[in-house]
């Protein structure tokens, strides 16, 4: 193990200023090259489990909008679902300025959507405890 590996561990902030100075300088042979592919991976892993937790809360919103709104203004007059609409345009502002500083993930929104739907089933189901049967079991497809 290098001096540099075991810096990874000791000093994660000082690990990568060796590295970025080692890479301006063009002394590959000396960086912490697992390391630095490990950090890389994480960085693309990092950037889909936003996405996917984003898209996660924004459809269980929606959810929540389409199924159980109505009922609880008729129940309440004062409910007027502001906080949720307030998740809800705050989630897609969030989507639409990560996919915009990462065009890489447009790729991969069919996929987290797909992953996302079932958890936001079971959010949604928690959080009106409506049973899970209320909710389509494929997403509905919503504008925007």
Do not use: C
């Not at 063009?26 to 592919?37: A, K, M, N, T, Y």
């Not at 705050?90 to 065009?103: D, E, V």
């Amino acid at each position: 193990m290098t001096d540099l590996s075991r810096l990874y561990d000791a000093n994660y902030t000082e690990w990568a200023m060796k590295n970025a100075a080692l890479l301006k300088a063009g002394r590959f042979s000396e960086l912490d090259v697992p390391h630095l592919l490990e950090e890389l991976e994480d960085m693309g892993k990092s950037d889909h489990r936003e996405l996917s937790s984003r898209l996660r809360v924004l459809l269980a919103h929606l959810l929540k909008w389409q199924f159980q709104y109505q009922q609880l203004s008729e129940r309440w007059k004062e409910f007027d679902g502001r906080s949720w609409r307030r998740t809800i345009i705050n989630q897609r502002t969030s989507i639409a300025i990560l996919l915009r500083k990462k065009p890489g993930l447009s790729s991969f929104v069919t996929e987290a959507l797909a992953e996302a739907y079932p958890e936001a089933v079971e959010l949604a189901t928690k959080e009106t405890q409506l049973p899970r049967t209320h909710f389509p079991e494929n997403l509905p497809l919503y504008a925007d």
